[in-house]
């Protein structure tokens, strides 16, 4: 069993910057692929990035590519999002997620573990 404790988000302008947090725990972190979702009410959750185990192969988005970067400290059994240039279009829930199947990546489907989330407000 996997928990995931997101934290880092908040309230900030168009062009601010957020690093997102998830510390995980109850596995064995350096062999989790891990992966960041966000969701607005009413949306579908939707992949935002994703660090594979072991050999640190990154996805992101086409929509934040260039603006966020996924990284883990593995001594520190967490993964991180940094987030700059946001946009309003950024506001969305945003889910640590963990244990990747190996499907599509940005399909929440493929991965077992959640963390409750973390609220991000991009205001114009």
């Known amino acids: 069993q996997v928990q995931l404790v997101e934290s880092g988000g908040g309230s900030v302008q168009t062009g601010g910057s957020l690093r997102l947090s998830c510390a995980a725990s109850g596995y064995t972190f350096s062999t989790l692929s891990m992966g960041w979702f966000r969701q607005v009410p009413g949306n579908e959750r939707e992949g935002v990035a994703l660090i594979v185990a072991d050999v640190g192969r990154i996805h992101y988005a086409d929509s934040v590519k260039g603006r966020f970067t996924i990284s883990r400290d593995n001594a520190k059994n967490t993964v991180y999002l940094q987030m700059n240039s946001l946009k309003p279009e950024d506001t969305a829930m945003y889910y640590c997620?963990?244990?990747?199947?190996?499907?599509?990546?940005?399909?929440?489907?493929?991965?077992?573990?959640w963390g409750q989330g973390t609220q991000v407000t991009v205001s114009s």
């Open positions: 997620a963990a244990l990747w199947n190996g499907g599509s990546w940005f399909d929440p489907r493929s991965f077992t573990y």
